[in-house]
């Protein structure tokens, strides 16, 4: 009886334990099947991460499963020693989208996959992971909304999705995370208004919701949130008082409320409050009231940032005496110094051993520098006094600081001269000291600072030469010596410096001589004025080298002889003024066509004979002509004599010369009327050759195919970047001018039909064109390669940053790049450059041309996101008599969905078709899709799906990611509803119902000017852009607030288009404020 017990319980424990293997390997199965799932969809593993999952593995047993050695995976249940407890691949590299099956991981604690290029939405099931407890999945490309399902994850401890693109509001539902310590959702483009929810996070240590789309005020409730360490609600929309019960959380070290529309004053006691306060932030706010004197008290204070502000009152005297403080930045506020005791808070500066950035430019501190500057940190970096009313002499002792990269001591009543040694600071960067009342001569060794990128020394009383010295500047951007007294002639060197891209002022001042012939070095510079002086000769033919000019000013100079041609060259320019010279001759016809220019001055010079009367000079608020005695014709606004001859005796041998012109004309035609077709067979075989022989006249010369091969390393599949409509693109290395530059090298497949026609079409275009917005050919090589095969190539100026398409479109392609956001703004601006060059193709040159293939991927960008268009392989040249030219057979390829309707049916090229293929693409730029793919509304075209969308629910196919200001009532008035009017405008199915090229550039600027007219500019991905833009912070997992990446300032910021320089803007200051967390 007992033995048949015993084996009655042996088998009831041995189908149990089967039952239990049973068990366990399928819930093995669920995490093996969701970590497979995963890889799947991991499109590019660089590092080969994920080389270690294979779902066989060797030696496998349901006790150890294999995947608990896979890496990034971590399996420590202690009660299920077989599940996967954490999946970390932070910072892998990888690219792809996150499975939904990752919720079936239900045991997992820890799912990090921060810092890689996975994009799409983030998983819903992640809902049913109970005992997650930290979720990251930050700095990534991730997009769509935050699932409400998140909200049961009643373990969460950590939630970062930090620097993604998602949208929408914060789901109420993540209010039940009542154990969460840090919540980070910084650096999207998240909106919403009632924040109030979000007190009920009472464990919170880390709340960051900075730079968002957040408006409202900011909640009462926040005050809930009684153990918060890092508090930053920076860059967002918000406004209204800071609720009082915030500065009564006594834990708080970092406080950052930069950059929104707060208002009321600061608590005078916050100092004994936040005892622990480390960053102290109120940057660009409305905030006013006395800076509180128990500032004093905390003594971890560090950074103290309350610029651009309404402060008022005198700067507390003790304010650093805890000697902790390296940040101060108090500038653009109402501060007031009127007396010496007010300048008594240097006193308590010079405790502070580690301070590096001193603010306090743009106040009223008034009278002499306290000497005890020379007590201040030696690691001082960064000074600013600029617009004050400070008097006296420059302290000595200011340039002893040798790590100082920027100085700012403009707008104050500074005298004295600049010393000697100034050269002694081999960091600076900026260097600012315009209107003040300094005098002598600028010191030789000033060039010895060769960092220097911004340097005014303007409206002052400087004497002598200008030093040569300057021309060892090899960064320098801005230059500005305008309203001095320095004489002699322009020093060569200083034409010589080609990293001046900006500005060089040397106007106002008492400077002779000729303009040096090395002005056309200067081929990147923006803007340049030597107006004012006593320049003579001639304006040098090298100005034509400047193509990059918008503005030129030589007026009030002793300038002669006639406008250089070379002028013609330069297409960028909106201000040419040269008047108040002597300059001789006709006004080119040319300056007719400068559809660029706001304002022409030729006034009072010696100009002579008639007046255009087309393009600009039809405007009567553009042009001025005034004190040119001897001009005729022209508008008759302009009020000119009309143009006759001096006497009749001269008009009868015109009317002479006329006669026999006539008659000879007419011989000669009839001659070459019968002579044609005898040399029309000859002509088109000679054709191919005449035209890349003078295409080559007007570029470099021929390169060999030894050259391209070496360069390409031989034609390397690595060097391969593309493929067009003809043969493929590498990218190589030439030496140019002495210099190795990167190149675009378009080899033709010339075993393809078309290849050869293509080349020549090519060539013909590309040696009509001169366009900033058109990629530039530099050579072309034609002849053979090692086998004797024919070989033709173009050699054209390698643009950097992709194309179109891949930014539009970078969540579907294989492309990954830094930035994958192109907000409103900057897809306007890149609309502009495409219509620009455009317009010239169509109105500016003569044949014109027709591009015949515009979209996206022929759009490249470089690292200013400026549009480039390329490829000329389809563009036809309009009204040439050669015969392959206007043949009606030529079919058009183009691409599909991009080409007109008309085309299909066997109409000839014309302009009408490019528009339409540029409303398409306008159309695709600003909804994001493209015109072949499926849409709602029950159509495949992006036009019709836009015409049924338009008005009323446009913002429905409007791209997620083309935002400015979140998209504001004004902004989608102004901006988004004319574009889209415009886009449908160009895709008419009839040509004649269609835009003219010239009309829609002007109708692309207007959407622009609401945006300009605030001072501001498109900020997103590009930082080096002038405007009233915000820092981004980069909280890291162990110290948040202390890992920070820098921005490029832009020196507007410190130089004003007509002021000279100003005070460094927020902007400039967050900058500043990255570089040195960072360091």
């Not at 306290?370 to 030696?378: E, F, Q």
């Not at 060539?763 to 090692?786: E, F, M, N």
């Amino acid at each position: 009886m007992a033995i048949k017990w015993q084996l009655s319980m042996l088998s009831l424990l041995t189908h149990a334990l089967l039952l239990l293997t049973a068990s366990s390997q399928t819930i093995n199965g669920d995490d093996l099947s969701a970590l497979m799932s995963f890889k799947s969809l991991i499109r590019n593993d660089p590092r080969g991460v994920l080389s270690s999952w294979d779902a066989i593995g060797n030696g496998t047993n349901m006790t150890a499963p294999v995947f608990c050695q896979w890496t990034g995976v971590t399996c420590n249940d202690r009660q299920y020693p077989s599940r996967v407890t954490t999946l970390n691949l932070r910072d892998a590299g990888l690219t792809g989208t996150i499975s939904q099956q990752l919720g079936n991981l239900t045991h997992l604690h820890v799912l990090d996959l921060s810092a890689n290029s996975l994009d799409g939405d983030i998983p819903t099931s992640l809902g049913g992971c109970p005992k997650l407890r930290s979720l990251n999945f930050s700095r990534n490309h991730l997009s769509g909304t935050i699932p409400a399902d998140l909200g049961k994850l009643s373990k969460l401890a950590v939630f970062d999705i930090g620097h993604n693109n998602l949208t929408c509001d914060i789901p109420k539902s993540l209010s039940n995370l009542t154990t969460l310590t840090k919540f980070i959702v910084e650096r999207n483009f998240i909106h919403g208004q009632d924040l109030s929810w979000m007190g009920n996070l009472t464990t919170l240590t880390h709340f960051v919701l900075e730079g968002n789309s957040f408006t409202g005020n900011i909640p009462e409730t926040f005050g809930k949130m009684v153990k918060l360490i890092y508090f930053s609600v920076q860059d967002n929309h918000l406004e209204g008082h800071v609720p009082l019960s915030i500065f009564n959380i006594s834990s708080i070290r970092f406080f950052d409320l930069g950059f929104n529309r707060l208002s009321g004053s600061l608590p005078l006691d916050v100092g004994v409050k936040l005892p622990r306060i480390n960053r102290f932030n109120t940057l660009a706010n409305h905030f006013e009231g006395i800076i509180p004197p128990t500032f004093s008290n905390a003594s971890a204070l560090e950074s103290l940032l309350l610029r651009g502000n309404n402060y008022h009152g005198i700067i507390p005297r003790e304010i650093g005496i805890h000697g902790n403080l390296k940040v101060f930045s108090l500038g653009d506020n109402a501060l007031q110094a009127t007396r010496p005791s007010d300048w008594e808070f240097f006193i308590s500066l010079t405790n502070c051993s580690s301070l590096r950035f001193l603010d306090i430019g743009k106040n009223n501190l008034v009278g002499a520098m306290p000497i005890n500057i020379a007590n201040l940190s030696n690691e001082l970096s960064w000074i600013d006094l600029g617009g004050n009313q400070i008097i006296g002499t420059i302290p000595e002792d200011l340039w002893k600081f040798n790590k100082l990269t920027s100085v700012n001591l403009s707008y104050n009543l500074f005298t004295g001269t600049l010393p000697p040694d100034i050269g002694g600071l081999p960091r600076l960067n900026s260097f600012y000291i315009s209107h003040n009342r300094i005098d002598g001569k600028i010191p030789q060794s000033l060039g010895n600072i060769t960092q220097l990128s911004y340097l005014s020394l303007s409206n002052n009383f400087l004497d002598g030469s200008i030093p040569t010295s300057l021309g060892n500047f090899t960064k320098l951007e801005v230059m500005d010596l305008s309203c001095n007294s320095l004489t002699g002639q322009i020093p060569q060197e200083i034409l010589a410096i080609t990293s001046l891209t900006r500005r060089l002022n040397l106007s106002n001042n008492a400077l002779i001589g000729s303009i040096p012939t090395q002005i056309g070095l200067l081929n990147s510079l923006v803007k340049m004025d030597m107006s004012m002086n006593k320049l003579s000769g001639g304006i040098p033919e090298a100005i034509g080298s400047c193509v990059q000019l918008s503005s030129l000013n030589f007026q009030g100079n002793l300038l002669q002889g006639q406008i250089p041609k070379s002028l013609n060259n330069l297409r960028s320019l909106q201000i040419l003024d040269l008047s108040k010279n002597s300059l001789e001759g006709r006004i080119p016809e040319f300056l007719a066509n400068f559809t660029f220019l706001t304002n022409l001055n030729l006034s009072f010079n010696k100009l002579s004979g008639p007046v255009p009367n087309t393009g600009i000079f039809r405007n009567v608020t553009i042009v001025l002509l005034l004190g040119n005695k001897m001009l005729c014709g022209g508008p008759p606004y302009m009020q000119f004599p009309s143009c006759s001859y001096e006497d009749s005796d001269q008009a009868s041998v015109h009317r002479l010369h006329v006669l026999i012109f006539c008659i000879v004309g007419t011989l000669i035609s009839s001659m070459c009327c019968m002579t044609a077709y005898c040399f029309i067979k000859r002509k088109m075989k000679l054709n191919v050759v005449d035209n890349e022989n003078l295409f080559l006249n007007e570029t470099n010369e021929r390169i060999s195919y030894a050259e391209l091969q070496a360069a390409t390393n031989s034609f390397s599949p690595a060097n391969l970047i593309g493929s067009g409509s003809f043969g493929h693109v590498y990218i190589g290395n030439l030496i140019i001018d002495q210099n190795l530059v990167p190149v675009a090298i378009k080899v033709l497949n010339l075993s393809q039909r078309g290849a050869s026609r293509s080349f020549l079409t090519e060539c013909d275009a590309l040696r009509r064109i001169r366009h900033r917005k058109l990629v530039k050919v530099i050579t072309v090589c034609s002849g053979s390669d090692q086998n004797g095969d024919e070989f033709k190539a173009l050699v054209l100026e390698f643009i950097c940053n992709g194309t179109l398409d891949e930014w539009l479109h970078a969540n579907t392609t294989a492309v990954r790049r830094s930035y994958t956001r192109i907000n409103l703004m900057k897809r306007l601006h890149i609309a502009l450059d495409v219509a620009d060059a455009l317009e010239y193709l169509h109105h500016h040159i003569v044949p014109p041309i027709v591009h015949c293939d515009i979209k996206p991927s022929n759009i490249l960008l470089d690292d200013d996101l400026v549009a480039h268009v390329t490829d000329f392989g389809l563009a036809r040249i309009m009204n040439i008599a050669e015969p392959f030219k206007e043949s009606s057979s030529f079919v058009i390829k183009g691409t599909i969905g991009y080409v007109a309707p008309e085309y299909g049916s066997g109409s000839q090229v014309s302009m009408d078709g490019d528009i339409y293929s540029y409303g398409v693409l306008l159309l695709e730029m600003f909804t994001g899709r493209r015109p072949t793919d499926n849409f709602n509304y029950g159509t495949t075209k992006s036009c019709r799906l836009c015409q049924a969308a338009y008005p009323n629910n446009i913002l429905e196919i409007l791209d997620a990611s083309a935002t400015y200001n979140g998209n504001t009532q004004d902004i989608i008035e102004l901006v988004v509803y004319p574009i889209f009017r415009l886009g449908l405008a160009c895709c008419k199915e009839s040509p004649r119902e269609r835009m003219k090229m010239n009309d829609q550039a002007q109708q692309v600027a207007p959407p622009l000017s609401p945006v300009i007219s605030e001072g501001r500019d498109v900020e997103d991905a590009d930082p080096n852009l002038p405007g009233f833009f915000k820092n981004p912070s980069h909280l890291s997992d162990d110290e948040i607030g202390e890992d920070r990446s820098p921005l490029a300032a832009e020196p507007d910021g410190f130089l004003g288009d007509d002021e000279g320089d100003n005070a460094p803007s927020e902007s400039d200051i967050a900058t500043e404020l990255d570089d040195l967390d960072s360091a």
